[in-house]
């Protein structure tokens, strides 16, 4: 059997999997994000034998580059115009593809459950990014980078986004955004993970900051939705763990913003992959290349 190297660059971790065609996953290691982009490479897929692999896929934080195989992490500074597909064709021999991290989540979702053949993937971590499978096809746009739904700007007079924009989802929902205003209100928390455990334990505070970063979601959601006629999107990344502290507020959202009909059936739903959709989808993305039918 036949079997590919998965490669998912995260917003605080990076993963990798050796992934079989009939969908099994043969062996999985994670590490902590570096600021030596080649030497975490090295060791996050230096115990991967290249003999049987046919190939890799990664899945990547942008803005990236197909064309010349770079990514620009908003959210990674050490990482950005880095030559990502170079680097790891080097270290393995292979031949590489190279997508967004959320591309690869919807992918990765469509490929391992047949899920809706038009659907949008949202990951909601660190920072914020979706992906379209339109018609049973991923749909990757002119640069390689559409489905930058934490990039669509929901208030033009909103905070300055680092990706330079104003306004951002991104701004609003993302892990550290909830947390930076829950803490503007009086909220001491660490982390975002804390901040969950909060707001499940019904910190009026804390599910607050949920509860906006929902509204933000679902005004991107329709947006998209309206665009692009979706009925279907599945979530995930750190943040979309919380479950029904974010799950309830964002379908409550939608329910109030969806005006046209064709809108009011859109649903929400957790990734059934929990952390490994993105990776999933990054091996789907190197069988297509290798032109192995999957």
Known sequence: MSAVLAVDIGGTTFAAAAIGA?????????????????????TLIGGFAPDGLIGVGIGSAGPLDPASGSVSPVNIPAWRRYPIAAAVADLT?????LAGDAQCMALGEYWHR??????????????????LVLDGEPYFGRSGNAGHIGHISIDPAGARCPCGGTGCVETVASGPSMTAYARSRGWTGPDARAL???????????????????AALATAILTTAALVDIDTVVVGGGVAA???VLFGPLRQAL?????????????VTPTTLARDAGLYGAAALAFALAGVPV
């Open 22 to 42: 009939d969908r099994g996953m043969i062996a999985r290691v994670e590490v902590p994000i570096g600021t030596d982009p080649t030497a975490t490479l090295a």
């Open 93 to 97: 021999g292979l031949p590489v593809g």
């Open 114 to 131: 047949a899920a809706a053949p038009s659907m949008l993937g949202l990951v909601v971590s660190t920072g914020i990014g979706g992906g």
């Open 196 to 214: 969950s455990t909060d707001a499940s334990a019904g910190n009026p505070v804390a599910r607050l900051a949920f509860a906006r970063g929902a």
């Open 242 to 244: 919380a479950g029904e």
């Open 255 to 267: 329910a109030e913003q969806a005006g046209l009909g064709f809108l009011q059936h859109v649903t």
